[in-house]
């Protein structure tokens, strides 16, 4: 697709359930990034990937965060046993390798929003 | 996680008005962004800066890449009603693809 595709758009749920959040990232993008929005606040980090393989996961909160991008373009972020502080928009980013006239920049998804009752 | 310090953390003002917003940091980053994002909507990119001193327009934006590296500015001159959203910074430490840190964001509201 043209851009950055996240699904689902909104997701409620209830403590202790497991979710899946899926990104599609722009055709031909090598980097995808997964980032949190609480209300109010700027984007976290959570995890990076180049290719498959994760190349920073310094940002998931605990081990109940979870992200794989098995063929190298469209990523899943699994939550086990979610919490209410878990509830915040999850936004998928993805970006080309830097050089042949590009600056590797982020292009982001419009997010999917998590309630976790 | 960390968060850039941005100011203000809101602004009201009227059409045709121009606005000044900062961010801080207290590490050093090599690229500076900034971002605006909409409700619903993921952050877009307005302005990227990759060397210290720098002064890039886009538009009646305006930004600067702050000569210590560890801050940033964006001026938008005679707002108009589309300008209003919320406003992020975004530092990177290496160029390349690599996480970005953000600011904590500056709201834009214009009164009519």
């Known amino acids: 697709g043209a851009g950055v595709s996240q699904t689902p758009s909104n997701k409620v749920t209830e403590k202790g359930k497991y979710v899946e959040l899926r990104c599609d990232p722009i055709?031909?993008?090598?980097?995808l990034y997964w980032y949190r929005q609480s209300l109010g606040q700027g984007p976290e980090f959570l995890i990076y990937f180049q290719g498959t393989g994760a190349a920073d996961d310094s940002g998931l909160p605990n081990d109940r965060f979870f992200a794989v991008r098995p063929e190298g373009s469209v990523s899943t972020l699994k939550i086990q046993r979610t919490e209410r502080g878990d509830s915040a928009v999850y936004l998928c980013?993805?970006?080309?390798?830097?050089?042949?006239?590009?600056?590797?920049?982020?292009?982001f998804g419009e997010g999917s929003r998590l309630t976790v009752l | 996680g960390q968060q850039l310090n941005q100011s203000p953390q809101s602004m009201f003002i009227q059409e045709g008005e121009d606005v000044s917003m900062n961010c801080t940091s207290s590490?050093?980053?090599?690229?500076w962004l900034w971002y605006k994002q909409d409700p619903g909507e993921g952050p877009v990119l307005l302005i990227a800066l990759y060397k210290a001193g720098e002064l890039t327009s886009n538009g009646r934006l305006t930004a600067q890449f702050g000569i210590t590296r560890k801050d940033s500015f964006l001026n938008i001159s005679a707002s108009i009603p589309s300008d209003v959203g919320i406003y992020f910074c975004a530092g990177r430490t290496n160029f390349g693809n690599e996480k970005l840190t953000f600011g904590t964001g500056t709201r834009l509201t214009i009164i009519p």
């Open positions: 055709s031909g993008h090598t980097a």
């Open positions: 590490s050093i980053f090599n690229t």
């Open positions: 980013a993805s970006s080309s390798r830097p050089g042949q006239g590009n600056t590797g920049e982020l292009f």
